[in-house]
T-cell receptor, first 111, second 117 residues
């Protein structure tokens, strides 16, 4: 069975500081990893996925299969980045499409 | 494009009562998911439909929860009878598993917040 762990429930940084939200996973196959974000009073939405290899809103995430990690990084945090962030894993085979979420990290960016 | 629609937004019931939630996915999305999100936790998948067939309901408490997607579009999730521990946000999501940029991206509704007293 797959599992996603986000070790930090809360993360606070100041505007302009670098930020890293940690995500570790356990899965024996080749997963697809996602970061979803929920801003205040908005619905859960995709931020980025590892297969796209894109930078979205200045955020990047690299899949490290050796360390089974998919940490989310941004070099200079902005106040509008304050939100709840979820790391999620989609397995293959008959479970394709099914997302397993971590517990989430609340990011607060102070002015 | 219109997003995933859910209703109601809020529901308060007493334990042992019944409740039903409705979801209308994004047009053309064959796959529909229901998640339960308990306060302080990430969403947990309850059931996954592909068109009107169930793909995965391994985490659905079948003694009290049921879900259907009769025509492969709208879906309803029912709890009967409700327990205190069912208090949570129930999220509906849809996705297209066809090839393309949006493949396997789930789009979420605003959710229904259920309080069981």
């Amino acid at each position: 069975a797959q599992r996603v762990t986000q070790p930090e429930k809360l993360l606070s940084v100041f505007k302009g500081a670098p930020v890293e939200l940690k995500c570790n996973y356990s899965y024996s196959g080749s997963p697809e990893l996602f970061w979803y974000v929920q801003y205040s009073r908005q619905r859960l939405q995709l931020l980025l996925r590892h297969i796209s290899r894109e930078s979205i809103k200045g955020f990047t995430a690299d899949l490290n299969k050796g360390e089974t990690s998919f940490h989310l990084k941004k070099p200079f945090a902005q106040e509008e980045d304050s939100a709840m962030y979820y790391c999620a894993l989609s397995a293959g085979g008959t479970s394709y499409g099914k997302l397993t979420f971590g517990q989430g990290t609340i990011l607060t960016v102070h002015p | 494009e219109a997003g995933v629609a859910q209703s109601p937004r809020y529901k308060i019931i007493e334990k042992r009562q019944s409740v039903a939630f409705w979801c209308n996915p994004i047009s053309g999305h064959a796959t529909l998911y229901w998640y339960q999100q308990i306060l302080g936790q990430g969403p947990k998948l309850l059931i996954q439909f592909q068109n009107n067939g169930v793909v995965d309901d391994s985490q659905l408490p079948k003694d009290r929860f049921s879900a259907e997607r009769l025509k492969g579009v709208d879906s309803t999730l029912k709890i009967q009878p409700a327990k205190l521990e069912d208090s949570a946000v129930y999220l509906c999501a849809s996705s297209s598993l066809r090839s393309g940029k949006a493949k396997n991206i789930q789009y979420f509704g605003a959710g229904t917040r259920l309080s069981v007293l």
